[in-house]
């Protein structure tokens, strides 16, 4: 585990080195190109950057969150798409999968994910079912050779390149009756239908699943899985916050740059106390969400995953944090942060939609206001 703190600056360091030379060169391209960008996995891979979050006895480096919130931040640095890859490789749902998964399983998809040649989706939502997860619809029903599956998911990332998915699965009625099943893509009776577009630029397929066969050695969790599932789902919310700030900051970093060279009214902007004061409050918050969110890493790096009320303090903290720094740079740089010529305008757009994906800062102030009160609040009428 990589706890130790110079250990982890020197990491740092030395990956935000490499992005700044390899990657920030083809930054622009990647953050305008729908693609996946599956040579810079397999670039990232390579660099070991990848399975950091995954313990060794399960597959991975045993590096810990920290190291991966230290990656995916100093990768963004460099090339702010680019961090979408460490997400995909240390936070998102292959780290539920490596938690969960059988050694067959793990044999069978690991390799692949960590080398940057495969990627997986997370098919969790449904077109009933946002913010209220648990009211999901797909169906998985006892068959002879495994399990049956219907119904459709919405919004899945990457589910225009992924290979294989991680579906949330109902095998029956209420939570204990929520599990979930790897589905590979090219499943008979797996419908990937067109793609539709995010503000972000990031395209989404539906799945269509109809009577889609499920042999039973591809089931991650049966029945009753369902707060396992969230607790897995927490890291992806961490890789969520990482990448709000590095967004954030990487704007703020550009904007400060402008700031001290434009000149208006004769002198450069950063002499006008108007705009001084919004990044003074930028940085604040950017910096008091980065607490939150080494916090939240720290304590998952201790007790195996990070848990729900440190997780969506940091989340929500950086997603407003991201999202603020991210105005602020676009307003303080006026046209030019507004032109797709700098990646101002992208970090914006990227830090918009982190506040609604993966659980929004609405359901997470729910959640810390249950923290708060020591009680659950149930949402429904
Ligand atoms: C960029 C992006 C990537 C995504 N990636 C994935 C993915 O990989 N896999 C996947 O399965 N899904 C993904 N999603 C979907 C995401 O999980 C949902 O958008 C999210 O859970 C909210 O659901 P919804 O969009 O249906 O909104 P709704 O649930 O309909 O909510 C609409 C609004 O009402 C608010 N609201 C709802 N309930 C409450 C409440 N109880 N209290 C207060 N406010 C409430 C919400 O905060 C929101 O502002 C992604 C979404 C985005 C934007």
Known sequence: MMTEPGLLEDFRRSTESFAKQRLAPGARERAHSPDYPRDTARLLAAQGLLGL???????????????????????????????????????????????????????????????????????????????????????????????????????????????????????????????????????????????????????????????????GDQVLLAAGGFRKQISGFNVERLGNAARSIALGRYAFDEARQYLLTRQQFGRPLAEFQGLQWMFADAMVKLESAQLLLERAAAAGDRDGLPSAADTAMAKYAANEAGYFAADVAMQAMGATGFSDDSLVEYCFRRTRGWRIAGGSVEVLKNRIAEHVFGRRFSQRG
Request: aromatic residues 8%; hydrophobic residues 40%; contains cysteine.
């Open 53 to 215: 979050s995954i313990p060794e006895e399960l597959g991975g480096q045993g590096a810990g969150l920290l190291a991966a919130v230290a990656a995916i931040q100093a990768v963004a640095a460099g090339c702010p798409r680019s961090a979408d890859i460490v997400q995909a490789g240390n936070f998102g749902p292959i780290r539920t999968f490596a938690q969960y998964a059988t050694p067959p399983q793990r044999q069978r998809y690991l390799p692949g994910l960590l080398a940057g040649e495969k990627i997986i989706g997370l098919g969790m939502s449904e077109p009933d079912a946002g913010s209220a997860a648990t009211e999901l619809k797909t169906a998985a029903t006892p068959h002879r050779d495994g399990f049956l599956l219907n119904g459709t998911k919405v919004f899945s990332t990457h589910s225009a390149d992924a290979d294989v998915f991680l579906v949330y699965v109902r095998y029956g009625p209420g939570l204990d009756g929520i599990g979930s099943v790897l589905v590979d893509r090219g499943s008979p009776g797996l419908t990937v239908g067109p793609p539709s577009r995010f503000m972000n630029g990031e395209h989404w397929c539906p799945l269509y699943f109809d009577d889609c066969l499920v042999p």
